[in-house]
């Protein structure tokens, strides 16, 4: 693997071949870096740019981001990457790659996108004041090591995926548009600041703990297919609707859980809630014969009606009915 160190003995334009140490635009298959260090001046991304892997360690000029560059390898960003940026082009990884983010801010939108499950490993803790973009293909968009703080928002507009891995993730800001199905077993996601949570979101296995802010959960329902923790005790705003489904699920409640809207129990066999109170401010519907076990007490405390499919559908937990 070579250095391909943009010069710009030409101009600044990246689709110059000859501002290039090798000759060479970069492509996504020539198993070279494209290098931006402490000699290579400013940069125009003035094509639709690929690359194998990209480095920017060193770099001190400006690389303005008229076009996204899709890289297809690692990506090593310089500590003051946000400053070293213009434009509002994205940066694309489309392959399992290492991002070693030396502390650095990425300021533009991040996209993973690969055809199949895909693990990135981030070295270190990755900020992104754009938009985070989770969309490898139909399997998972792995995140693994580094935590990751997205100030812009989480989105799955532009696809499908399951955003997982050992990775904490952090939400500080923007919205979360979790679409028609946005899925996250994340081991740790975290609310920590002014959020708005909108779509349908899958949230499996993971613990999702809120640490500071007002997130809006007006416009979303938040699904669970078992092993989910919930952490959210101190959110100035309940969660809007909440759906339970799956084959015997354990849902652990580390805080009361406030919902608004209802609460649907769609989960077959015996499902075992544990720990705290849920609130449910709306209806609560149980749609499958099952039975609802553990430590968990249910309370009522709205103006909603509760409604089952059976005689067969069985609540074991303390329940409280205190509507108004």
Known sequence: MAANIFTGAINSNWGTSTNWSLGAVPTATDANTATFDATSPNCTVNVTAVCNNIDFTGYTNTITMTNGITVSGNVT??????SRVAGSGSLTINTASTITTNG?????DLIFTAATSTIFTITGTLTIS???YPNAGPGNT???SGEVICNGGISWSLGSSTLTGTSPITLSGGILNAGTFGFITSDNFRFNGNCTVTGTLQFNLGIMTH?????????STVNTAGGARFNLGTMPTALNNLTLSGAAPTTTLQSNLYVNGTVTLSAAGTTVWTGNTLYIGGNLTITLNSTQ???TTFVMNGTGTYSAASINC???NNFTINTT
């Open 77 to 82: 960003f310089v500590s003051t990457m946000a």
């Open 293 to 295: 076990t553990g430590t």
């Open 142 to 144: 792995q995140l693994n």
């Open 314 to 316: 069985i609540i074991r």
């Open 130 to 132: 754009g938009i985070m």
């Open 104 to 108: 650095a801010t990425w300021p533009n």
């Open 211 to 219: 640490l500071s802010g007002e997130v809006d959960w007006t416009n």
